[in-house]
């Protein structure tokens, strides 16, 4: 199979997780893309979706799938999104697409929130893929040299301006053992809207696809 049949695969095994009459939160990416082709079968049976970007939003309407401001929600029983990478702990670096802050502020409010991943995506420690993290533009070059300061290798993302209006840069050479208090300690630098690690709010539920099918792996009880 190649990896983007694996995406595929991942993604149809969320459809079990969209309950009849719920709004569903949407993530962002080729593995989401692939979310959201299938949902357009069930359309009709579903309260509406929140997208976590605006490119999202423009596939989900051209399915013709209701769409519905994260304000007018009362309750997201469950956000189905992509990721960078997943780590054992099912902590998560998300931003490749550049949709993270959305993709954040979706994920928090969901009462669940089922990862779709193809096997390439799981890692025994997070940090292979550089960090993606949305800076607003003025603050760039301190950010950079903050982000130094931790040990890492930062690049502007060139020609790149998030839905928000913001840059990222991402971070290369980090090595994430405490992804938790890294995420933190970022969220901390002026400038920083958010970084691309999500730890604090992991996933719930990862289904990861492999060729010879799809694992469903849930995170223990802390
Ligand atoms: C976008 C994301 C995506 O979930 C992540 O980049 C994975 O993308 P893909 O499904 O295309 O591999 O965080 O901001």
Excluded: W
């Excluded at 997201?76 to 490749?96: H, N, Q, R, T």
């Excluded at 009462?111 to 096997?119: K, R, T």
């Excluded at 933190?184 to 010879?212: E, H, S």
């Amino acid at each position: 199979m190649t990896q983007d049949e694996l995406k595929r695969a991942a993604a149809l095994a969320a459809l079990a997780y969209v309950a009849d009459g719920i709004v569903v939160g949407v993530g962002t990416g080729s593995t989401a893309n692939h979310f959201i082709d299938g949902l357009a079968a069930r359309k009709d049976r579903i309260a509406g979706a929140v997208a976590s970007s605006e490119a999202s939003a423009q596939r989900l309407a051209a399915h013709g799938i209701p769409l519905l401001e994260l304000n007018d929600v009362d309750r997201l029983p469950v956000y189905v999104d992509g990721a960078d990478e997943i780590d054992g702990g099912m902590s998560m670096i998300k931003g490749g697409g550049g949709a993270l802050t959305r993709e954040k502020i979706v994920a928090a409010v969901a009462d669940v929130f089922v990862c779709i991943c193809d096997d390439s995506k799981r890692v025994s420690v997070l940090g292979g893929f550089p960090l993606p993290v949305e800076v607003i533009p003025m603050a760039r070059r301190y950010v950079m040299a903050r982000l130094t300061a931790l040990g890492g290798l930062p690049r502007l993302r060139d020609g790149f301006i998030t839905d928000n209006g913001h840059c990222i840069i991402d971070v290369a050479g980090l090595s994430i053992t405490d992804p938790c208090d890294l995420e933190c300690t970022i969220n901390q630098i002026p400038g920083v809207v958010t970084n691309g690690l999500f730890a604090q709010r992991g996933a719930d539920v990862l289904l990861l696809a492999r060729p010879d099918g799809v694992m469903t792996i849930t995170r223990s009880p802390t």
